[in-house]
Nanobody, 119 residues
Framework: QVQLVEFGGGLVQAGDSLTLSCAAS????????LGWFRQAPGKEREFVAS????????DYADSVKGRFTISKDNAKNTVILQMNSLKPDDTAVYYC????????????WGQGTQVTVSS
């Protein structure tokens, strides 16, 4: 069982930056991928970014490439999602999720955190 807790989120204006953090109950060299997903009202949940727990192999959705950066903070055992140049379309509930390195699906999910970008 992997426990995930998200931090960050809030209300910002278009063009602003925001940082989300996800604390995970994983050991340093566990073979897991941590991902960020988001779900806007009336829309399906979509992939945003992912990274291996050791801090390698970042991956991004096309819609956030060049604006969002995912990284691993080893000292805090967290995954960071730095979001720059935010747009109103980025408004959504953002979820942190984890999957075993050999699994296809994300089995563990955080509670979600709201990000609202005003125009």
């Amino acid at each position: 069982q992997v426990q995930l807790v998200e931090f960050g989120g809030g209300l910002v204006q278009a063009g602003d930056s925001l940082t989300l953090s996800c604390a995970a109950s994983l050991r340093t060299f566990d073979n897991y991928f941590l991902g960020w997903f988001r779900q806007a009202p009336g829309k399906e949940r979509e992939f945003v970014a992912s990274i291996h727990w050791i801090g390698k192999h970042p991956d991004y959705a096309d819609s956030v490439k060049g604006r969002f950066t995912i990284s691993k903070d080893n000292a805090k055992n967290t995954v960071i999602l730095q979001m720059n140049s935010l747009k109103p379309d980025d408004t959504a509930v953002y979820y942190c999720a984890a999957r075993n390195g050999v699994a296809k699906d994300y089995a563990y999910w955080g509670q979600g955190t709201q990000v609202t970008v005003s125009s």
